[in-house]
């Protein structure tokens, strides 16, 4: 299982090195930079060509790189064009935010999709079935944003259950302690609710057709014929066979889970990386761009791995190179 780990992170170099070249190379035909948004109405040339040379505007591309893959290398991130303060700084501020969206969005996630997922292949072609199906291809092809504002509208405007926005209430904050905490996971209801119902549908179907599948198995069928109990058929064979590809998805849905608040923290007004990552690229802020894709880059690599160690641990004679 180590060298499993060690050979994926040394794979993973060249492709994140890989990944900021092509970062910094596609941000030189981006029009306009950061300095766009801070210059005053009839600025001199001169001064103008000073600003941009004190932030590095003016080297080639390949320099800046070089400037940003050495300062990487100290833990220096650079600063924020727009903000004035280092990059960790900013994206420390919003990174906690997110954070804990992914966490509750893929708790919420798999807690609805495992469940639903069983009943669905289990009751093939019954009422419950055909139930979740509809479930499935209702709410796959509602976009993100058109769900989180349906329940905006429900939850938080017509019954008033859940707060429609932000990650903390003013009051709560002041407040600090159990009161902070309270309002931080009543804030994160319906935002994480609004990823798990929508992110859950693949799952759910994947899961729904290994099922079926599984059930007309040979060793499913000798196993009945032995005289087996059919709930320890379903746990011993069929569930533990067909919750393979869902554990190989799970790196899928955990990345998508973290790219995926980008929309979501924008309809519910949440302080995070996917908001702070809009802003950036709007407004041309390369330094915080450039941090948040290398993360959610990493993001990926690292839930890639966890997918195939999740394999391992649910099939120990799975053994992936």
């Known amino acids: 299982m180590w060298k499993t780990v060690v050979r994926r992170l040394l794979i993973a170099i060249p ?26 109405p009839g600025m001199p040339p001169g001064e103008i060509n000073r600003m941009r040379e004190e932030a590095g505007l003016n080297d080639p591309w390949y320099e800046q790189y070089s400037r940003w893959v050495g300062n990487v290398l100290r833990g220096d991130l650079g600063r924020s064009l727009q903000h004035r303060v280092p990059v960790t700084s900013v994206i420390g501020n919003n990174m906690i935010n997110t ?48 769900m989180g504002l349906l329940m905006i509208f429900i939850f938080a405007f017509r019954l008033g259950w859940f707060p429609a926005m932000n990650s903390v209430s003013v009051m709560a904050a002041f407040q600090g302690g159990w009161a ?115 993360f959610y880059a990493f993001v990926g690599v690292m839930a890639g791995l966890l997918a195939d160690l999740t394999i391992m641990f649910v099939d120990p004679r799975i053994r992936i190179k």
């Open 15 to 40: 492709q994140l090195i890989g990944l900021s070249v092509i970062v910094f190379v596609l941000a030189q035909f981006m029009p306009g930079d950061a300095l766009r948004g801070q210059l005053e």
């Open 99 to 146: 954070i804990r969206l992914s966490i509750m969005t893929t708790i919420l996630l798999y807690a609805i999709a495992i469940p639903l997922g069983i009943i669905a292949g289990r009751k093939h072609n019954r009422l419950p079935d055909k139930a979740i199906m509809f479930y499935i291809f209702v709410f796959f092809s509602i976009p993100t944003i058109v």
């Open 180 to 294: 902070e905490v309270w309002s931080r996971l009543h804030h994160l209801v319906l935002p994480s609710v609004t990823g798990a119902v929508l992110g859950g549908t693949v799952t759910i179907y994947y899961l729904r057709n290994q099922i079926i599948d599984v059930q007309s198995s040979d060793f499913v069928t000798t196993a009945r014929s032995k005289g087996t109990p059919e709930r320890r058929v379903y746990t011993r064979h069929i569930l533990r066979n067909a919750i393979l590809p869902v554990a190989g998805g799970m790196g899928a849905s955990i990345a998508l889970v973290f790219t995926g608040s980008i929309f979501i923290e924008t309809v519910f007004s949440i302080n995070g990386m996917g908001q702070l990552f809009v802003n950036s690229v709007a407004g041309r802020d390369w330094p915080v761009a450039n941090a948040l894709i290398m």
